[in-house]
């Protein structure tokens, strides 16, 4: 009988730490990512640069986020990324005349982002990188 017991133990333990975790249905982690930025930038054409962007959903795909004045473009324009986990993903897309492509990393609590990042507005290549903080 001694020994059943903490057999029963451990049979129940692996039972419960095998329970399938159910996730969420309202979670989206693109809520992380919305919201002001302060953005400091290091553009090989442009040198250092500051300046502010404002992030929010895709209505159109539930891992897109739109921001606006990304660049330091204008507030009026929309860059769109993908999110996978803390992975940021600037697909190849013209804003303001301008091609833009790159990715980003943001640290576990999404607290700051670091991103690498090339914009071609037809005179070349200006290669970028950038720490986002709120």
Known sequence: MKKLIPFCTAIAFFLIACEEEVPDPNFDLRDDYTGSWVVEENSAFFGA??????????????????????????????????????????????VSGSDISGTGQSDLDVTSISFTYGVDDGSGVDNCTATWTR
Do not use: A
Request: aromatic fraction near 8%; charged fraction near 15%.
């Open 49 to 94: 640069q500051s300046y502010t962007v404002e992030v929010s959903k895709s209505d159109t795909s539930d891992t897109e986020i739109w921001v606006s004045n990304f660049y330091g473009l204008g507030s009026s324009t929309i860059t769109s990324m993908n999110v996978v986990d803390n992975s940021l993903v600037i697909p190849l897309q013209t």
